[in-house]
């Protein structure tokens, strides 16, 4: 018994290894080894041994990284040393000045400094015990910070365990966003009608100060260490320059930016910092200037610090790039969702290293918020070096002919009525045929979850649109397969298939068309309820708000959506055009139930798989409980299908044995 227990402990140890290893290299090095489907395999295995023996799970474990339950609110914590801010500097005049204030200081001594990108973030300190991620907090007032250890665990780029075991450590770093995800946490929030980040810094603070670590975990930060507070390798020589510390924080596993030099003199700096000033919008992050820091420990010790900030480092802020110019037009476009977005046409000006002739107005309370009219002066910046937007119109200089911008009430794609929900910054256009959200409503409704049409996926769906031979969901049902063979990739083969599987999609139960028609709010537990509710869909149709909201689990949300959505003749004409080309429009009692896992199966595996080997997919199908064979028979239930197939693929399709392919496998897999 005991010998099996350290086994498994000795296992769960590998898998860590292994685990921070992989991180290691995809989180800090940017350099990933293995697939995501191997590395999900490690972690699905480590999570098992000790969801089996909860009492080997530690802190440090990569398991413990997401899942921590939300908070009531955050524990303040004082800093073992203090994190201080820093001065400014606002040209090269003040960095001379800073110079020759430490060039006195050190009385001839030579110098040297590190200068590093500042990063727009947020400041925090990490603490290690014994190697291992203790306590992270927030920079604060500098004293005291807030207690945020479990949403840092979140960015996995902070090593939960050291490369080498420190007794005590305190690192400060600045936790990001990258602009990227900023811009994609945006829209997300717009589509979804919710309050927009007025740049990657605020999405970064408010995605640490999450109560619950979930959220945080969804955000994708990162995080760039750059200094040391407190340290105690035992039988080591600590380091005795900052550009020594940076190393060895690289080395301890820390994300260090690696745009940092160490320069002779301050003219190496002022040009340093010039450099920067060009090329700072081509980096995937924000930053607001560049530290410029004493190099040597000794001599930062020996300038010590004023009340607020250190005599040996100094922030060169680089000013924000702002621009006059014209709204030309305030124009709407329609997003994938039916979002209808605002957006300032500008006379062009050039701004942060782009020319820029749009400024996003977000929603119609922003513009009503800054007053910007047609005709208006206004000045301009990117938020957060990335999104133009209007800073302030220059009301001054109006001159009476300026147009006041109204929200179009019918959607400018199709002319469907536009709505604002009740809570909601956004607009929305209702029409389901409108050509805006055509390809996205598509796809939604071919998708797995929705009609699971095998075959018909994006690239597809984009091929017929182009193609001319759809123009809404219910064109779908007239496409024959000799339209299909016109298109180019498409065989015979494939184009047989396709219009089997769109003909096999007709008899899909109530509950699927219903999510299928993508009505906001409206998911798949939403789909099966109202579908075991009404026997039809010309019941749902016509189902008032009170109605609705009275069946258990269906909210006001979900029912003033329908409400809306069937209220729109061109929804409800796409409901008939469904109806008549024959897909089942009526709730059944009898419910296909999806196959859920390999139990009891027989699996046959042919050709090559993409993202997983042959003993990895066997794995996988025998955990499930199910059994591979080496030949296809009338008793085999599944055969896989990877790249180059054999023989075998021929004789189940002969034998009339269930094809599926790797994806079709991999989500079987993961239910
Ligand atoms: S050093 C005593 N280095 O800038 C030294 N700070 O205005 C303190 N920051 O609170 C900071 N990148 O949040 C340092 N490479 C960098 C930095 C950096 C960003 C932030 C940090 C700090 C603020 C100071």
Redesign the pocket.
């Known amino acids: 018994m005991g010998g099996e227990l350290e086994d498994i402990r000795r296992r769960i140890e590998e898998l860590r290894k292994e685990i921070e290893k992989h991180d290691y290299m995809y989180y800090v090095l940017d350099a990933p080894v293995i697939t995501d489907a191997r590395y999900d395999r490690l972690m699905q295995e480590l999570l098992q041994l000790e969801q089996e023996n909860p009492a080997l799970v530690t802190p440090d474990s990569p398991t413990q990284r997401v899942g921590g339950k939300p908070r009531e609110g955050f524990i303040t914590v004082k800093h073992i040393t203090p994190?201080?801010?820093?001065g400014?500097a606002f040209g090269a005049a003040d960095l001379m000045d800073f110079d020759n204030r430490v060039k006195t200081a050190l009385r001839g001594e030579s110098y040297s400094y590190v200068v590093?990108?500042?990063?727009?973030?947020?400041?925090v300190a990490l603490t290690y015990q014994h190697g291992v991620f203790a306590r992270g907090a927030t920079?604060g007032d500098g004293e005291n910070g807030e207690d945020i250890t479990a949403n840092l665990k979140t960015i996995r780029s902070i090593p939960l365990r050291l490369r080498t075991p420190v007794e005590i450590l305190e690192v400060?770093?600045?936790v990001y966003m990258p602009k990227e995800s900023f811009l994609k946490l945006n829209s997300r929030r717009e589509e979804r009608g919710e309050p927009t980040f007025a740049n990657p810094r605020n999405a970064a603070a408010g995605s640490l100060r999450q109560l619950n670590p979930g959220v945080t975990a969804g955000r994708n930060l990162n995080i760039?260490v750059?200094?040391v507070g407190a340290l105690h390798i035992p039988g080591q020589k600590p380091p005795d320059t900052h550009h020594e510390a940076l190393e060895l924080l690289k080395d301890l596993g820390f994300r260090v930016?690696p745009h940092?030099l160490v320069c002779r003199d301050i003219e190496e700096v002022i040009s340093y910092c010039a450099i920067w000033r060009d090329k700072k919008s081509e980096l995937p992050y924000s930053?607001?200037g560049?530290?410029i820091?004493v190099n040597s420990l000794a001599q930062q010790n020996f300038l010590g610090?004023t009340m607020k900030?250190?005599r040996?480092?100094i922030?060169y802020k680089y000013p924000p790039e702002q621009a006059e110019t014209t709204v030309k037009d305030i124009m709407v476009s329609v997003g994938r969702t039916g979002v209808i977005t605002p957006t300032a046409i500008l006379e062009p000006v050039f701004i942060a290293g782009s020319t820029v002739s749009k400024a996003t107005l977000h929603n119609e309370d922003m513009i009503r918020e800054k007053d910007v009219r047609i005709g208006d002066r206004v000045i301009i910046h990117k938020a957060g070096d990335v999104i133009p937007e209007v800073v302030e119109v220059l009301k001054n200089k109006r001159n009476g002919s300026e147009m006041p911008f109204a929200m179009p009430s019918a959607c400018p794609a199709c002319g469907a009525e536009v709505v604002r929900q009740s809570g909601e910054a956004a607009h929305r256009c209702t029409g389901a045929a409108c050509p805006a959200r055509l390809l996205e409503g598509m796809i939604h409704f071919a998708s797995r979850g929705a009609m699971d049409i095998a075959g018909l996926g994006p690239a597809v769906i984009t091929q017929l649109v182009n193609a001319g031979l759809v123009r809404d969901v219910s064109d779908i049902y007239k496409i024959n397969a000799e339209q299909l063979k016109q298109l180019e990739r498409f065989a015979d083969k494939s184009a047989d298939n396709l219009v089997n599987a769109i003909e096999a999609s007709k008899s899909n139960p109530l509950h699927r068309l219903i999510y299928a028609l993508g009505i906001r709010h409206v998911g798949e537990r939403a789909a099966r309820i109202l579908a075991e509710h009404y026997s039809n869909i010309y019941e749902l149709m016509d189902a008032k708000f009170e109605e609705l909201i009275n069946i258990p689990e269906i909210g006001s949300k979900i029912a003033e959506s329908l409400v809306n959505f069937m209220h729109e003749e061109q929804n409800r004409r796409l409901i008939e055009r469904l109806a008549q080309s024959g897909v089942n429009v009526v709730a059944e009692k009898k419910e296909s139930t999806d196959q859920s896992d390999f139990s009891g199966k027989t699996v046959v595996l042919t050709g090559t798989l993409s993202s997983l080997n042959r003993d990895e997919a066997k794995e996988i199908i025998e955990s499930r409980g199910g059994k591979v064979a080496s030949s296809v028979s009338k008793k085999t239930d599944y055969v896989i299908v990877g790249e180059n197939p054999g023989s075998k693929y021929d004789k189940a399709v002969k034998l009339g044995v269930n094809i599926i392919g790797e994806q079709e496998f991999l989500e079987l897999a993961r239910k």
Do not use: Q
């Open positions: 994190l201080l801010s820093l400014n590093e990108l500042k990063i727009d973030g947020l400041a920079r400060r770093g600045e760039f750059y200094g930016n940092y930053i607001d560049m530290v820091k610090a900030s250190p040996w480092a922030a």
